[in-house]
């Protein structure tokens, strides 16, 4: 039967009044509601397209699409996402999910429009969950067109470990079943521990079918003339 074993990663420690030192931190970002970025997203989902133009009311959530943190490759983290250290505190837990945001519009953005978004960190509190340490910072984001406030959002990003997993212990390889010895031998080896079960005689029958090709039977008789023990084999 095939086996597990439990591995885990070990959590590393952390420090929440170090990382508390990023509350307040901030980061700036403008951007431009451009008509042909609305007009391949509106196509991604499979909308009409060509009925998003200028001054147009832009659809609830698209503004994520703008005013994106930027940064090099040699400064991604594993994740993709931006190195931490940053703009957001270096949590020392390998998953980063978002847990939600809550937005509260003041105005519409249309396309057109500039957008800049000011992030700022908000709160930064830890947890224990049956998946291990979990830390949980808020973000809140102010989404500007010019210097009117258009849109309020409270961004939660969770960092957890990495949950427990069972890992398959590999069984070794293969090895068919075979009969130690022919039946001739099985026969003489019964006959000579005193079997009452084994006759003197072996016969074998060979039969071909059109689906299995050649078939061989062969049985061992008591001596009644009935079947002890039969086995098949095809090619």
């Known amino acids: 039967m095939n086996q597990a074993s439990t591995m885990q990663t070990p959590s590393l420690p952390v420090d929440l009044q170090a990382l508390r030192a990023w509350l307040g931190r901030t980061e700036v970002a403008s951007d431009c509601v451009e008509v042909q970025r609305v007009q391949q997203l509106a196509a991604s989902f499979d909308l009409d397209h060509h009925r998003f133009v200028a001054n147009n009311v832009l659809p609830p959530l698209w503004h994520w699409c703008f005013a994106t943190p930027i940064s090099a490759m040699h400064q991604a983290g594993p994740d993709g996402h931006s190195a931490r250290g940053g703009f957001l505190p270096p949590v020392p837990l390998p998953r980063r999910m978002w847990a939600g945001s809550r937005l509260h519009w003041h105005d519409d953005f249309r396309i057109g429009d500039p957008i800049n978004r000011e992030s700022r960190v908000v709160s930064v509190e830890s947890k224990t969950g049956r998946s291990g340490s979990l830390v949980f910072v808020t973000v809140g984001h102010q989404w500007k067109r010019d210097t009117r406030l258009v849109l309020s959002e409270e961004h939660d990003i969770v960092y957890r470990d990495i949950p427990q997993i069972d890992t398959p212990i590999p069984l070794g390889p293969y090895r068919a079943p075979v009969w130690p010895m022919t039946l001739q031998q099985a026969c003489a080896e019964a006959q000579k521990r005193g079997s009452k079960e084994v006759p003197s005689g072996l016969r ?19 001596a009644d003339g009935s079947k002890a023990m039969t086995a098949q084999m095809a090619w």
């Open 204 to 222: 074998a029958e060979f039969a071909g079918t059109p689906d299995v090709g050649l078939v061989a039977e062969c049985a061992i008789q008591k």
